[in-house]
């Protein structure tokens, strides 16, 4: 596609249930990174991937959360037992490579936990 | 480690008034600074950058200077209008430790600039 993008835009789930959060970047971008938007928090790196490997998870906030890429392109953002905190809007970004200096932003999945 | 502080917002402005949103940074090594831009209903976009000292950054009649001496990156612009309402991100990418750049970026908490007709 033409720009990052990430499914579903909105999600409602359970306190306790597992969420995955889906981003899709721009083709033949190999750098890919997971942030967290939310109130009084604002914008923090959750982790980075490069291919398939990802050599930076050190945003990730507990074990609850992990993340994979697989085929050097879609990525997938697990979240174990969700809690009420982790209500956010979750973004994905892509970059042609890590030392390009613009990064492309999807327009994020809102997560909302009751 | 590296972190961004912006001016608190909201920012409430008449058209054509003229803009300043501060940006301090503290970081490693030498960064690339940026400000990205979050209009209603959209995803995050680039809206300008600078990646050394004394570099200006600008776009749409926006503009920045990177300071090092101040470690700023205050964005301005001179008549503002309507369209430009929107939540404004500084943001700041760094070498981490080992010397290798990943791109992470570091941001602000953002600005929330609302301007009236």
């Known amino acids: 596609g033409a720009g990052v993008s990430q499914s579903p835009s909105n999600k409602v789930t359970e306190k306790g249930k597992d969420v995955e959060l889906r981003c899709d970047p721009i083709?033949?971008?190999?750098?890919l990174y997971w942030y967290r938007q939310s109130l009084g928090q604002g914008l923090e790196f959750l982790i980075y991937?490069?291919?398939?490997?990802?050599?930076?998870k050190s945003g990730l906030p507990s074990d609850r959360f992990s993340a994979e890429r697989t085929g050097g392109s879609v990525s997938t953002l697990t979240i174990q037992r969700t809690q009420q905190e982790d209500s956010a809007v979750y973004l994905c970004?892509?970059?042609?490579?890590?030392?390009?200096?613009?990064?492309?932003f999807g327009q994020g999945t809102r997560l909302t936990v009751v | 480690g590296n972190s961004v502080t912006q001016m608190e917002g909201p920012v409430t402005l008449s058209e054509e008034a003229f803009l300043t949103i501060n940006c301090t940074y503290t970081?490693?090594?030498?960064?690339?600074l940026f400000w990205y831009v979050q209009y209603p209903g959209e995803g995050l976009q680039l809206l300008l950058k600078?990646?050394?000292?004394?570099d200006k950054g600008s776009n749409k009649g926006f503009e920045a200077t990177y300071r090092k001496e101040t470690t700023s990156f205050h964005l301005e612009k001179g008549s503002v209008q309507v369209s430009d309402s929107a939540v404004y991100f500084c943001?700041?990418?760094?070498?981490?430790?080992?010397?290798?750049?990943?791109?992470?970026?570091?941001f602000g908490q953002g600005t929330i600039l609302t301007v009236h007709p």
């Open positions: 991937f490069q291919g398939n490997s990802a050599p930076d």
């Open positions: 083709s033949g971008h190999t750098a």
């Open positions: 970081a490693t090594g030498y960064p690339s």
């Open positions: 943001a700041l990418s760094s070498a981490n430790a080992g010397g290798t750049s990943y791109g992470k970026l570091t």
């Open positions: 600078a990646t050394k000292a004394d």
């Open positions: 970004a892509s970059r042609i490579s890590p030392e390009n200096t613009e990064a492309f």
